[in-house]
T-cell receptor, first 114, second 114 residues
Framework: LAKTTQPISMDSYEGQEVNITCSHN???????ITWYQQFPSQGPRFIIQ???TKVTNEVASLFIPADRKSSTLSLPRVSLSDTAVYYC???????????????FGKGTKLSVIP | DAGVIQSPRHEVTEMGQEVTLRCKPI?????LFWYRQTMMRGLELLIY????????DSGMPEDRFSAKMPNASFSTLKIQPSEPRDSAVYFC????????????FGPGTRLTVL
């Protein structure tokens, strides 16, 4: 599974757009890029996933350049409730195993300031 | 849907005691995962099941740990004997695989071994 690198922490004021970038230089052809969010005392929650270009849902946008060696999670107009740890994961079904295996790094701790 | 259910939410035990953590996956999901989260090591995959069959237990730290899934709606993670270094939050997650890399996590069990 490709290793990911992301900032340990970020601070932002309420109402601002937050961009968290993740590096994954060894991403494989079949790998998808997935982001999870974890609030204190809760399990991680799936936010968004993409393979290339741009993906948008009701929570966030995910930008993936053509070389796919990095990706950027964009959170529009953050609020205090967006304070959480955000994990970038790269991987896909294990070939021949019929399984889905996720490897979580340390994540980025986002603190939203009033 | 109630989501993934874990019990107990908190467990405090003494070194050497047996600990059993329980998980009820979301109905219809045929993959079940057990994770452990600590400050030092982050979120680690311990073992996962597909259709009640263990697929990969390479993340299980040692023989003191065992996991079972007797049916599609119940799984246990047992530690015997427990040690202080086993103190962590243990998460159970399930997925149908319908959305690639999307797993649904339970609220976790916070284990403290004294």
């Amino acid at each position: 599974l490709a290793k990911t690198t992301q900032p340990i922490s970020m601070d932002s004021y309420e109402g601002q757009e937050v961009n968290i970038t993740c590096s994954h230089n060894n991403i494989a052809t079949n790998d998808y890029i997935t982001w999870y969010q974890q609030f204190p005392s809760q399990g991680p929650r799936f936010i968004i996933q993409g393979y290339k270009t741009k993906v948008t849902n009701e929570v966030a946008s995910l930008f993936i350049p053509a070389d796919r060696k990095s990706s950027t999670l964009s959170l529009p107009r953050v609020s205090l409730s967006d304070t959480a740890v955000y994990y970038c994961l790269v991987g896909d079904r294990i070939p021949g195993a019929g399984s889905y295996q996720l490897t979580f790094g340390k994540g980025t701790k986002l603190s939203v300031i009033p | 849907d109630a989501g993934v259910i874990q019990s107990p939410r908190h467990e405090v035990t003494e070194m050497g005691q047996e600990v059993t953590l329980r998980c009820k996956p979301i109905s219809g999901h045929d993959y079940l995962f057990w994770y452990r989260q600590t400050m030092m090591r982050g979120l680690e995959l311990l073992i996962y099941f597909n259709n009640n069959v263990p697929i990969d237990d390479s993340g299980m730290p040692e023989d003191r740990f065992s996991a079972k899934m007797p049916n599609a709606s119940f799984s246990t993670l047992k530690i015997q004997p427990s040690e202080p270094r086993d103190s962590a939050v243990y998460f159970c997650a399930s997925t149908s695989g319908r959305v690639r890399n999307e797993q649904f996590f339970g609220p976790g069990t916070r284990l403290t071994v004294l």
